[in-house]
Protein backbone atom coordinates (compact mmCIF):
# COMPACT_ATOMS: atom_id res chain seq x y z
CA UNK A 1 0.00 0.00 0.00
CA UNK A 2 0.54 3.88 -0.68
CA UNK A 3 2.15 5.41 1.83
CA UNK A 4 0.71 9.23 2.46
CA UNK A 5 2.94 12.08 0.62
CA UNK A 6 0.81 14.47 2.64
CA UNK A 7 3.15 17.47 3.89
CA UNK A 8 3.57 17.51 7.46
CA UNK A 9 0.77 18.84 9.82
CA UNK A 10 -1.65 17.95 6.92
CA UNK A 11 -5.43 17.25 8.15
CA UNK A 12 -6.14 13.75 8.21
CA UNK A 13 -8.62 11.32 6.96
CA UNK A 14 -8.67 8.90 9.71
CA UNK A 15 -9.98 5.10 8.70
CA UNK A 16 -11.20 2.85 11.56
CA UNK A 17 -12.14 -0.70 11.69
CA UNK A 18 -10.56 -4.05 11.00
CA UNK A 19 -10.23 -4.98 7.54
CA UNK A 20 -9.73 -1.72 5.76
CA UNK A 21 -6.70 -1.56 3.48
CA UNK A 22 -8.71 -1.63 0.65
CA UNK A 23 -10.71 2.01 1.95
CA UNK A 24 -7.34 3.37 2.96
CA UNK A 25 -5.53 2.46 -0.49
CA UNK A 26 -8.28 4.18 -2.48
CA UNK A 27 -7.95 7.34 -0.28
CA UNK A 28 -4.09 7.37 -0.71
CA UNK A 29 -4.51 7.23 -4.58
CA UNK A 30 -6.50 9.95 -4.64
CA UNK A 31 -5.78 12.28 -1.27
CA UNK A 32 -2.18 11.21 0.03
CA UNK A 33 -0.47 14.44 -1.58
CA UNK A 34 -2.92 16.63 0.23
CA UNK A 35 -4.47 14.57 3.25
CA UNK A 36 -2.48 12.54 6.29
CA UNK A 37 -4.29 9.35 5.84
CA UNK A 38 -4.25 7.01 8.69
CA UNK A 39 -5.57 3.36 9.51
CA UNK A 40 -6.36 2.31 12.74
CA UNK A 41 -7.72 -1.08 13.41
CA UNK A 42 -10.34 -0.95 16.13
CA UNK A 43 -11.95 2.30 18.33
CA UNK A 44 -9.51 2.45 21.02
CA UNK A 45 -6.33 2.87 18.54
CA UNK A 46 -8.56 5.10 16.85
CA UNK A 47 -9.77 7.30 20.07
CA UNK A 48 -5.77 7.27 21.38
CA UNK A 49 -4.85 8.77 17.87
CA UNK A 50 -7.41 11.40 17.52
CA UNK A 51 -6.47 12.21 21.34
CA UNK A 52 -2.92 12.78 19.67
CA UNK A 53 -3.69 14.82 16.95
CA UNK A 54 -5.81 16.77 19.12
CA UNK A 55 -3.23 17.91 21.68
CA UNK A 56 -0.91 18.13 18.71
CA UNK A 57 -3.48 20.78 17.67
CA UNK A 58 -3.33 18.83 14.14
CA UNK A 59 -7.21 18.82 12.69
CA UNK A 60 -9.43 15.91 11.36
CA UNK A 61 -11.16 16.47 8.17
CA UNK A 62 -13.07 12.88 7.94
CA UNK A 63 -13.12 10.34 10.32
CA UNK A 64 -14.20 6.89 8.88
CA UNK A 65 -15.43 3.95 10.73
CA UNK A 66 -16.55 0.10 10.00
CA UNK A 67 -19.73 -1.19 12.21
CA UNK A 68 -17.09 -3.07 14.10
CA UNK A 69 -15.19 0.39 15.64
CA UNK A 70 -18.34 2.72 15.50
CA UNK A 71 -21.00 0.84 17.33
CA UNK A 72 -21.40 1.33 20.99
CA UNK A 73 -23.51 3.62 23.18
CA UNK A 74 -20.50 6.08 23.39
CA UNK A 75 -17.91 5.14 20.66
CA UNK A 76 -15.30 7.16 19.62
CA UNK A 77 -16.68 8.85 17.07
CA UNK A 78 -19.08 10.25 19.60
CA UNK A 79 -16.28 11.72 21.21
CA UNK A 80 -15.03 12.98 17.99
CA UNK A 81 -17.91 15.84 18.25
CA UNK A 82 -16.60 17.56 20.79
CA UNK A 83 -12.77 17.61 20.65
CA UNK A 84 -13.00 18.07 16.21
CA UNK A 85 -16.79 19.70 15.96
CA UNK A 86 -15.72 20.26 12.11
CA UNK A 87 -14.84 17.18 11.26
CA UNK A 88 -17.01 14.79 9.25
CA UNK A 89 -18.05 11.56 10.54
CA UNK A 90 -19.26 8.61 8.33
CA UNK A 91 -19.71 4.87 8.78
CA UNK A 92 -18.47 2.35 6.19
CA UNK A 93 -20.35 -0.14 4.93
CA UNK A 94 -20.22 -2.95 2.79
CA UNK A 95 -22.28 -2.89 -0.65
CA UNK A 96 -26.04 -4.29 0.07
CA UNK A 97 -25.46 -4.50 3.93
CA UNK A 98 -27.95 -2.48 4.59
CA UNK A 99 -30.56 -5.46 3.86
CA UNK A 100 -29.67 -6.59 7.01
CA UNK A 101 -32.26 -5.74 10.04
CA UNK A 102 -29.55 -5.42 12.37
CA UNK A 103 -27.42 -3.37 10.10
CA UNK A 104 -29.94 -0.80 9.41
CA UNK A 105 -31.01 -0.65 13.25
CA UNK A 106 -27.09 0.22 14.04
CA UNK A 107 -27.22 2.89 11.48
CA UNK A 108 -30.19 4.29 12.44
CA UNK A 109 -29.51 4.50 16.22
CA UNK A 110 -25.56 5.71 15.11
CA UNK A 111 -27.48 8.84 13.67
CA UNK A 112 -30.43 9.18 15.77
CA UNK A 113 -27.17 9.56 18.54
CA UNK A 114 -25.27 12.35 16.22
CA UNK A 115 -22.72 9.87 15.85
CA UNK A 116 -22.43 9.68 12.41
CA UNK A 117 -23.73 12.05 9.65
CA UNK A 118 -23.95 9.96 6.98
CA UNK A 119 -22.28 6.49 4.99
CA UNK A 120 -20.18 5.47 2.31
CA UNK A 121 -19.82 2.09 0.79
CA UNK A 122 -16.91 0.64 0.57
CA UNK A 123 -15.22 0.82 -2.40
CA UNK A 124 -15.75 -2.14 -4.82
CA UNK A 125 -13.16 -1.12 -7.92
CA UNK A 126 -10.43 1.23 -8.35
CA UNK A 127 -11.14 3.91 -9.14
CA UNK A 128 -14.93 3.75 -7.74
CA UNK A 129 -16.12 7.56 -8.44
CA UNK A 130 -19.59 6.73 -6.49
CA UNK A 131 -17.22 6.36 -3.43
CA UNK A 132 -15.05 9.44 -4.23
CA UNK A 133 -18.20 11.55 -4.66
CA UNK A 134 -19.06 11.02 -1.39
CA UNK A 135 -15.91 11.68 0.01
CA UNK A 136 -15.30 14.89 -1.69
CA UNK A 137 -18.64 16.33 -0.69
CA UNK A 138 -17.64 15.56 2.87
CA UNK A 139 -13.78 16.90 2.42
CA UNK A 140 -15.90 20.34 0.71
CA UNK A 141 -18.33 20.31 3.83
CA UNK A 142 -15.26 20.35 6.50
CA UNK A 143 -13.10 22.80 4.18
CA UNK A 144 -16.15 25.52 4.04
CA UNK A 145 -16.62 25.25 7.70
CA UNK A 146 -13.13 25.51 8.69
CA UNK A 147 -12.33 28.20 5.95
CA UNK A 148 -9.38 25.51 5.37
CA UNK A 149 -10.18 26.41 1.39
CA UNK A 150 -8.41 30.07 0.18
CA UNK A 151 -10.26 32.82 1.85
CA UNK A 152 -12.05 35.15 -0.89
CA UNK A 153 -12.79 37.77 1.60
CA UNK A 154 -10.95 38.89 4.64
CA UNK A 155 -12.51 41.29 6.83
CA UNK A 156 -10.95 43.50 9.56
CA UNK A 157 -13.25 44.23 12.61
CA UNK A 158 -14.05 44.01 16.20
CA UNK A 159 -16.15 41.21 17.08
CA UNK A 160 -17.56 43.15 19.61
CA UNK A 161 -19.04 45.31 17.35
CA UNK A 162 -22.61 44.28 16.51
CA UNK A 163 -21.33 45.97 12.37
CA UNK A 164 -18.61 43.55 12.43
CA UNK A 165 -21.15 40.51 13.16
CA UNK A 166 -23.26 41.64 10.34
CA UNK A 167 -21.05 41.88 7.73
CA UNK A 168 -19.39 38.75 8.56
CA UNK A 169 -22.75 36.94 8.03
CA UNK A 170 -23.64 39.19 5.30
CA UNK A 171 -20.33 37.66 3.19
CA UNK A 172 -20.44 34.53 4.67
CA UNK A 173 -23.70 34.04 3.03
CA UNK A 174 -22.44 34.65 -0.49
CA UNK A 175 -20.90 31.17 -0.30
CA UNK A 176 -17.00 32.06 0.03
CA UNK A 177 -14.79 31.58 2.48
CA UNK A 178 -14.08 34.49 5.00
CA UNK A 179 -10.96 35.36 7.15
CA UNK A 180 -11.47 37.53 10.18
CA UNK A 181 -9.30 39.95 11.93
CA UNK A 182 -8.96 41.89 14.78
CA UNK A 183 -7.89 45.33 14.37
CA UNK A 184 -4.44 44.64 16.42
CA UNK A 185 -3.78 41.95 14.19
CA UNK A 186 -0.64 42.43 12.06
CA UNK A 187 -1.95 41.79 9.05
CA UNK A 188 -5.16 43.80 9.82
CA UNK A 189 -3.00 46.89 10.59
CA UNK A 190 -0.76 46.83 7.01
CA UNK A 191 -4.72 46.60 5.35
CA UNK A 192 -6.38 49.62 7.84
CA UNK A 193 -2.78 51.80 6.54
CA UNK A 194 -3.96 50.83 2.83
CA UNK A 195 -7.35 51.61 3.48
CA UNK A 196 -6.44 55.21 4.91
CA UNK A 197 -7.24 54.31 7.87
CA UNK A 198 -3.89 55.20 9.69
CA UNK A 199 -1.34 57.04 8.13
CA UNK A 200 1.16 53.61 9.32
CA UNK A 201 0.60 50.11 10.79
CA UNK A 202 1.94 51.43 13.67
CA UNK A 203 -0.68 54.53 13.79
CA UNK A 204 -3.14 51.94 13.67
CA UNK A 205 -1.46 49.71 15.92
CA UNK A 206 -1.49 53.06 18.43
CA UNK A 207 -5.26 53.43 17.64
CA UNK A 208 -6.07 49.68 18.98
CA UNK A 209 -4.30 50.64 21.79
CA UNK A 210 -6.21 53.43 22.82
CA UNK A 211 -9.50 51.76 22.38
CA UNK A 212 -10.35 53.84 19.25
CA UNK A 213 -11.91 50.61 16.52
CA UNK A 214 -11.78 51.91 13.06
CA UNK A 215 -14.68 50.86 10.94
CA UNK A 216 -14.74 47.28 9.90
CA UNK A 217 -13.12 46.92 6.12
CA UNK A 218 -13.79 44.16 3.62
CA UNK A 219 -10.68 43.03 1.58
CA UNK A 220 -11.32 41.01 -1.57
CA UNK A 221 -8.39 38.19 -3.15
CA UNK A 222 -8.76 40.87 -5.94
CA UNK A 223 -6.86 43.63 -3.95
CA UNK A 224 -9.91 45.76 -3.80
CA UNK A 225 -10.36 47.20 0.27
CA UNK A 226 -13.88 48.39 1.08
CA UNK A 227 -14.56 50.72 4.02
CA UNK A 228 -17.56 49.63 5.96
CA UNK A 229 -19.17 48.58 2.56
CA UNK A 230 -23.26 48.38 2.18
CA UNK A 231 -24.75 45.14 0.72
CA UNK A 232 -24.97 46.88 -2.76
CA UNK A 233 -21.10 47.58 -2.62
CA UNK A 234 -20.69 43.96 -1.09
CA UNK A 235 -22.73 42.04 -3.91
CA UNK A 236 -20.66 44.60 -6.93
CA UNK A 237 -17.56 43.35 -5.11
CA UNK A 238 -18.50 39.64 -5.80
CA UNK A 239 -19.58 40.33 -9.10
CA UNK A 240 -23.32 40.15 -8.61
CA UNK A 241 -25.55 42.79 -10.44
CA UNK A 242 -27.75 45.58 -8.39
CA UNK A 243 -28.50 47.41 -11.44
CA UNK A 244 -31.97 47.61 -12.80
CA UNK A 245 -33.20 46.56 -16.81
CA UNK A 246 -34.71 49.84 -18.88
CA UNK A 247 -37.13 47.38 -20.06
CA UNK A 248 -40.50 46.16 -18.88
CA UNK A 249 -40.41 42.50 -18.10
CA UNK A 250 -42.38 39.70 -18.15
CA UNK A 251 -42.10 38.67 -14.20
CA UNK A 252 -40.72 40.11 -11.49
CA UNK A 253 -40.23 37.90 -8.13
CA UNK A 254 -39.67 40.22 -4.65
CA UNK A 255 -37.43 38.16 -2.60
CA UNK A 256 -35.18 35.29 -3.03
CA UNK A 257 -35.84 32.93 -0.79
CA UNK A 258 -37.08 29.49 -1.16
CA UNK A 259 -39.88 30.13 -2.88
CA UNK A 260 -38.30 32.83 -4.97
CA UNK A 261 -35.36 31.09 -6.15
CA UNK A 262 -38.13 28.01 -7.47
CA UNK A 263 -40.48 30.96 -9.27
CA UNK A 264 -37.17 32.52 -10.78
CA UNK A 265 -35.71 28.85 -12.00
CA UNK A 266 -39.17 27.73 -13.69
CA UNK A 267 -40.15 31.59 -15.19
CA UNK A 268 -36.92 31.58 -16.81
CA UNK A 269 -36.93 28.03 -17.79
CA UNK A 270 -40.41 28.12 -19.07
CA UNK A 271 -38.94 31.85 -21.23
CA UNK A 272 -40.44 34.25 -19.06
CA UNK A 273 -38.17 37.66 -19.15
CA UNK A 274 -37.60 37.18 -15.52
CA UNK A 275 -36.48 40.02 -12.83
CA UNK A 276 -35.11 38.89 -9.33
CA UNK A 277 -35.14 42.11 -6.60
CA UNK A 278 -33.50 40.89 -3.41
CA UNK A 279 -33.28 43.25 -0.45
CA UNK A 280 -30.81 41.23 2.10
CA UNK A 281 -29.52 37.87 1.75
CA UNK A 282 -30.08 34.84 -1.08
CA UNK A 283 -32.30 32.17 0.70
CA UNK A 284 -33.83 34.35 3.11
CA UNK A 285 -34.51 32.78 6.55
CA UNK A 286 -33.54 28.86 5.14
CA UNK A 287 -30.49 30.52 3.71
CA UNK A 288 -28.96 30.81 7.07
CA UNK A 289 -29.32 27.34 8.18
CA UNK A 290 -26.44 25.31 9.21
CA UNK A 291 -28.48 22.44 8.43
CA UNK A 292 -31.23 21.38 6.58
CA UNK A 293 -31.67 17.32 7.03
CA UNK A 294 -35.27 16.82 5.97
CA UNK A 295 -34.85 18.24 2.29
CA UNK A 296 -35.97 15.70 -0.59
CA UNK A 297 -32.88 14.24 -2.46
CA UNK A 298 -29.99 15.48 0.53
CA UNK A 299 -29.18 12.31 2.38
CA UNK A 300 -26.77 14.09 4.43
CA UNK A 301 -28.50 17.14 4.53
CA UNK A 302 -27.74 20.77 2.78
CA UNK A 303 -26.30 23.73 4.16
CA UNK A 304 -29.37 26.42 3.63
CA UNK A 305 -26.15 28.94 2.32
CA UNK A 306 -25.60 26.07 -0.63
CA UNK A 307 -28.97 25.64 -1.43
CA UNK A 308 -30.06 29.10 -2.10
CA UNK A 309 -26.41 29.28 -3.80
CA UNK A 310 -27.51 26.30 -5.87
CA UNK A 311 -30.71 27.18 -6.88
CA UNK A 312 -29.56 30.95 -7.87
CA UNK A 313 -26.60 29.35 -10.31
CA UNK A 314 -29.66 27.24 -11.86
CA UNK A 315 -32.20 30.38 -12.26
CA UNK A 316 -28.94 32.72 -13.90
CA UNK A 317 -27.91 29.68 -16.38
CA UNK A 318 -31.60 29.96 -17.31
CA UNK A 319 -31.67 33.63 -17.96
CA UNK A 320 -32.81 35.10 -14.62
CA UNK A 321 -31.67 38.29 -13.93
CA UNK A 322 -31.05 39.40 -10.09
CA UNK A 323 -30.87 42.78 -8.68
CA UNK A 324 -29.31 41.96 -5.35
CA UNK A 325 -29.10 44.47 -2.21
CA UNK A 326 -32.67 46.33 -3.99
CA UNK A 327 -35.49 46.54 -2.05
CA UNK A 328 -39.50 46.87 -3.37
CA UNK A 329 -40.98 49.87 -1.37
CA UNK A 330 -43.98 49.90 -3.50
CA UNK A 331 -46.38 48.07 -5.97
CA UNK A 332 -49.15 49.82 -8.38
CA UNK A 333 -51.26 48.42 -10.61
CA UNK A 334 -50.66 50.07 -14.59
CA UNK A 335 -53.80 51.05 -16.50
CA UNK A 336 -52.72 48.65 -19.14
CA UNK A 337 -52.96 45.52 -16.55
CA UNK A 338 -49.31 45.52 -15.81
CA UNK A 339 -47.07 47.09 -12.67
CA UNK A 340 -44.99 49.09 -11.14
CA UNK A 341 -42.70 48.17 -8.21
CA UNK A 342 -40.98 51.17 -6.44
CA UNK A 343 -37.56 49.85 -5.85
CA UNK A 344 -35.00 52.31 -2.98
CA UNK A 345 -32.89 54.48 -5.18
CA UNK A 346 -36.42 56.31 -6.39
CA UNK A 347 -36.00 54.18 -9.31
CA UNK A 348 -39.02 51.88 -11.10
CA UNK A 349 -39.76 48.50 -12.97
CA UNK A 350 -42.45 48.01 -14.20
CA UNK A 351 -43.87 44.13 -15.31
CA UNK A 352 -46.67 42.21 -16.75
CA UNK A 353 -46.80 39.46 -13.38
CA UNK A 354 -45.63 40.06 -9.78
CA UNK A 355 -44.55 37.21 -7.36
CA UNK A 356 -44.49 38.78 -4.05
CA UNK A 357 -41.80 35.96 -1.99
CA UNK A 358 -40.54 38.64 0.07
CA UNK A 359 -40.50 36.15 3.12
CA UNK A 360 -40.63 36.69 7.05
CA UNK A 361 -38.68 38.49 10.32
CA UNK A 362 -38.42 37.20 13.50
CA UNK A 363 -40.11 39.60 16.03
CA UNK A 364 -38.46 41.76 18.32
CA UNK A 365 -38.94 40.62 22.28
CA UNK A 366 -40.30 43.59 24.05
CA UNK A 367 -37.03 43.25 26.31
CA UNK A 368 -35.89 46.54 26.47
CA UNK A 369 -32.43 45.26 27.81
CA UNK A 370 -31.66 42.98 24.99
CA UNK A 371 -31.15 46.11 22.69
CA UNK A 372 -27.62 46.93 23.30
CA UNK A 373 -26.26 43.38 22.80
CA UNK A 374 -28.59 42.72 19.58
CA UNK A 375 -26.02 41.59 16.81
CA UNK A 376 -23.22 41.12 19.52
CA UNK A 377 -24.13 38.35 21.65
CA UNK A 378 -27.36 38.75 20.62
CA UNK A 379 -29.05 37.60 17.34
CA UNK A 380 -32.46 37.22 16.04
CA UNK A 381 -32.10 34.09 13.88
CA UNK A 382 -30.14 31.21 13.57
CA UNK A 383 -27.54 31.84 11.58
CA UNK A 384 -24.80 29.51 11.49
CA UNK A 385 -21.96 31.99 11.08
CA UNK A 386 -22.45 32.90 14.60
CA UNK A 387 -21.85 29.81 15.93
CA UNK A 388 -17.71 29.00 16.08
CA UNK A 389 -18.19 32.49 18.15
CA UNK A 390 -19.95 31.16 20.83
CA UNK A 391 -16.91 28.87 22.21
CA UNK A 392 -16.52 27.86 25.86
CA UNK A 393 -19.78 29.83 26.28
CA UNK A 394 -23.02 28.77 27.83
CA UNK A 395 -26.11 29.56 25.31
CA UNK A 396 -29.63 30.23 25.24
CA UNK A 397 -32.06 29.04 22.22
CA UNK A 398 -35.33 30.93 22.03
CA UNK A 399 -38.43 29.05 20.57
CA UNK A 400 -39.26 25.28 19.75
CA UNK A 401 -39.62 24.68 16.12
CA UNK A 402 -36.85 23.33 13.57
CA UNK A 403 -35.16 26.36 12.93
CA UNK A 404 -34.29 26.32 16.46
CA UNK A 405 -33.96 23.06 16.98
CA UNK A 406 -31.05 22.90 14.23
CA UNK A 407 -29.76 26.17 15.65
CA UNK A 408 -29.08 24.23 18.85
CA UNK A 409 -27.77 21.23 17.50
CA UNK A 410 -24.41 23.60 15.26
CA UNK A 411 -24.23 25.70 18.71
CA UNK A 412 -23.48 22.58 20.65
CA UNK A 413 -20.35 21.40 18.47
CA UNK A 414 -18.89 24.31 19.84
CA UNK A 415 -20.65 25.86 23.22
CA UNK A 416 -20.03 24.49 26.51
CA UNK A 417 -24.18 24.39 27.47
CA UNK A 418 -26.93 24.82 24.76
CA UNK A 419 -30.28 25.15 25.82
CA UNK A 420 -33.61 26.13 23.92
CA UNK A 421 -36.52 28.12 25.78
CA UNK A 422 -39.99 27.35 24.74
CA UNK A 423 -43.41 29.12 26.56
CA UNK A 424 -44.52 25.37 25.79
CA UNK A 425 -43.94 22.11 28.39
CA UNK A 426 -41.82 20.54 25.84
CA UNK A 427 -41.22 20.17 22.16
CA UNK A 428 -42.82 17.43 20.84
CA UNK A 429 -45.89 19.01 19.25
CA UNK A 430 -43.73 21.74 17.30
CA UNK A 431 -40.20 19.99 16.15
CA UNK A 432 -39.30 16.79 13.70
CA UNK A 433 -38.63 13.83 15.50
CA UNK A 434 -35.17 13.28 14.15
CA UNK A 435 -34.30 16.88 15.76
CA UNK A 436 -35.61 15.88 18.96
CA UNK A 437 -33.80 12.55 19.05
CA UNK A 438 -30.34 14.71 17.94
CA UNK A 439 -30.99 17.24 20.28
CA UNK A 440 -31.25 14.82 23.03
CA UNK A 441 -27.92 12.65 22.43
CA UNK A 442 -25.90 16.67 21.91
CA UNK A 443 -27.10 17.36 25.72
CA UNK A 444 -29.00 20.02 24.48
CA UNK A 445 -31.63 20.89 27.65
CA UNK A 446 -34.87 22.60 27.16
CA UNK A 447 -36.25 24.78 29.50
CA UNK A 448 -40.43 24.72 29.18
CA UNK A 449 -43.25 26.81 30.11
CA UNK A 450 -40.59 29.69 30.28
CA UNK A 451 -40.15 32.99 28.27
CA UNK A 452 -36.95 36.09 28.63
CA UNK A 453 -38.07 38.86 30.57
CA UNK A 454 -34.70 40.39 31.36
CA UNK A 455 -30.76 40.61 31.07
CA UNK A 456 -28.01 41.22 32.58
CA UNK A 457 -24.25 42.31 31.82
CA UNK A 458 -21.09 40.88 33.04
CA UNK A 459 -18.13 42.84 33.89
CA UNK A 460 -16.66 43.44 30.53
CA UNK A 461 -19.92 44.51 29.17
CA UNK A 462 -20.90 41.65 27.31
CA UNK A 463 -24.26 39.35 28.10
CA UNK A 464 -23.75 37.79 31.35
CA UNK A 465 -27.10 36.49 32.43
CA UNK A 466 -30.41 35.67 30.99
CA UNK A 467 -33.54 36.47 33.16
CA UNK A 468 -36.35 33.99 32.96
CA UNK A 469 -39.95 33.86 34.14
CA UNK A 470 -42.05 30.53 34.38
CA UNK A 471 -45.17 29.88 34.37
CA UNK A 472 -46.05 29.69 38.13
CA UNK A 473 -44.66 33.38 38.18
CA UNK A 474 -41.36 32.82 39.47
CA UNK A 475 -38.13 34.36 37.92
CA UNK A 476 -34.72 33.17 38.11
CA UNK A 477 -31.43 33.67 36.11
CA UNK A 478 -29.33 31.67 33.45
CA UNK A 479 -25.76 32.28 32.90
CA UNK A 480 -25.70 33.19 29.13
CA UNK A 481 -23.12 34.53 26.86
CA UNK A 482 -24.86 33.54 23.71
CA UNK A 483 -29.13 34.46 23.19
CA UNK A 484 -30.28 33.57 19.80
CA UNK A 485 -34.07 34.34 19.06
CA UNK A 486 -36.25 32.49 16.52
CA UNK A 487 -39.61 33.08 17.62
CA UNK A 488 -42.67 34.83 16.19
CA UNK A 489 -42.41 35.31 12.06
CA UNK A 490 -43.28 39.06 10.99
CA UNK A 491 -44.06 38.63 7.29
CA UNK A 492 -42.39 41.52 5.07
CA UNK A 493 -45.20 43.35 3.77
CA UNK A 494 -45.31 46.81 5.16
CA UNK A 495 -43.37 48.23 1.60
CA UNK A 496 -47.06 47.10 -0.04
CA UNK A 497 -49.46 49.51 1.79
CA UNK A 498 -53.05 48.95 0.67
CA UNK A 499 -52.08 47.04 -2.72
CA UNK A 500 -52.96 43.84 -1.61
CA UNK A 501 -55.55 42.98 0.97
CA UNK A 502 -53.32 41.64 4.20
CA UNK A 503 -54.53 40.32 7.77
CA UNK A 504 -53.97 42.08 10.82
CA UNK A 505 -50.51 40.10 11.15
CA UNK A 506 -49.34 41.36 7.82
CA UNK A 507 -49.54 38.02 5.79
CA UNK A 508 -50.79 38.68 2.32
CA UNK A 509 -54.65 36.63 1.64
CA UNK A 510 -54.99 34.56 -1.69
CA UNK A 511 -57.28 32.69 -3.54
CA UNK A 512 -60.48 31.87 -1.64
CA UNK A 513 -59.59 33.56 1.55
CA UNK A 514 -60.06 36.94 0.01
CA UNK A 515 -63.75 36.46 -0.27
CA UNK A 516 -63.64 35.40 3.22
CA UNK A 517 -62.27 38.33 4.70
CA UNK A 518 -63.81 41.10 2.04
CA UNK A 519 -65.28 40.19 -0.67
CA UNK A 520 -65.50 43.45 -2.33
CA UNK A 521 -61.47 43.01 -2.38
CA UNK A 522 -61.50 41.11 -5.42
CA UNK A 523 -62.06 43.14 -8.95
CA UNK A 524 -63.36 40.51 -11.48
CA UNK A 525 -65.70 38.11 -12.54
CA UNK A 526 -63.55 35.01 -12.59
CA UNK A 527 -62.11 33.80 -9.19
CA UNK A 528 -58.51 34.95 -8.40
CA UNK A 529 -55.85 31.18 -8.61
CA UNK A 530 -55.30 29.79 -5.03
CA UNK A 531 -52.06 31.92 -4.94
CA UNK A 532 -53.09 34.99 -6.34
CA UNK A 533 -53.62 38.28 -4.24
CA UNK A 534 -56.44 40.74 -4.47
CA UNK A 535 -54.92 42.50 -6.93
CA UNK A 536 -55.54 40.47 -10.17
CA UNK A 537 -51.91 39.19 -11.99
CA UNK A 538 -50.09 39.35 -8.44
CA UNK A 539 -49.07 36.44 -6.85
CA UNK A 540 -47.35 35.60 -3.53
CA UNK A 541 -45.99 32.27 -2.33
CA UNK A 542 -43.84 31.10 0.61
CA UNK A 543 -43.81 32.35 4.08
CA UNK A 544 -45.39 35.53 2.88
CA UNK A 545 -48.48 33.96 2.15
CA UNK A 546 -51.25 33.23 5.08
CA UNK A 547 -51.80 29.63 5.39
CA UNK A 548 -48.47 28.61 3.75
CA UNK A 549 -46.48 25.29 6.11
CA UNK A 550 -43.21 26.81 6.94
CA UNK A 551 -41.05 24.07 5.70
CA UNK A 552 -38.32 24.88 2.98
CA UNK A 553 -40.02 21.99 0.56
CA UNK A 554 -43.75 23.84 0.93
CA UNK A 555 -42.03 27.10 0.00
CA UNK A 556 -40.14 25.74 -3.41
CA UNK A 557 -43.32 23.61 -4.07
CA UNK A 558 -45.64 26.87 -4.05
CA UNK A 559 -42.98 28.79 -5.78
CA UNK A 560 -42.60 26.66 -8.88
CA UNK A 561 -46.75 25.68 -8.55
CA UNK A 562 -47.69 29.45 -9.11
CA UNK A 563 -46.12 29.51 -12.93
CA UNK A 564 -49.34 27.74 -14.77
CA UNK A 565 -50.95 30.95 -12.81
CA UNK A 566 -48.83 33.07 -14.17
CA UNK A 567 -49.09 31.38 -17.69
CA UNK A 568 -52.61 31.86 -17.81
CA UNK A 569 -52.33 35.65 -16.25
CA UNK A 570 -49.91 36.71 -19.12
CA UNK A 571 -51.56 34.32 -22.04
CA UNK A 572 -50.50 31.43 -24.53
CA UNK A 573 -48.04 33.06 -26.52
CA UNK A 574 -45.31 34.37 -23.71
CA UNK A 575 -42.80 32.35 -22.91
CA UNK A 576 -42.92 28.73 -23.38
Request: charged fraction near 20%.
Amino acid sequence: MAASRAPAGAPVILVAGEGRSDVVGELLRRYGRDYDVQEHPDAPSARAAAAELAAAGRAIAIAMAGLDAADGQEGFLAELRHAFPDARRALLLDWGAWGDEDVTATVHGLMARGQIETYLVVPRHAPDEAFHRGVTELLRDWARATGADRPGYTLVGDLSLARTHALRARLDRTGARVRTLAPSDPEARELLAHAGLADTPADAEADASRGSAPPPIVATELGQVLVDPDDAALARAAGLRTDLPDRPVDVVIVGAGPSGLASAVYAASEGLDTLVLEAASLGGQAGASSLIRNYLGFSRGVPGADLALNAYRQAWLFGARFALARRATGLEADADGGFRLAVDGGEQVRARAVIIASGVDYRRLAVPALDRFVGASVFYGASSVEARGQAGHDVLVVGGGNSAGQAALHLARFARSVALVVRGDGLAASMSRYLLDELDAAGVGVIGDSRVVDVAAGANGGLAEVVLEHGDGTRDSRPAQGLFITIGARPRTDWLGGAVLRDQWGSILTGAEIAEQDASAWPLERDPESLETSLPGCFAVGDVRRGSLKRVAAAVGEGSAVMSAVHRHLGPHVGG
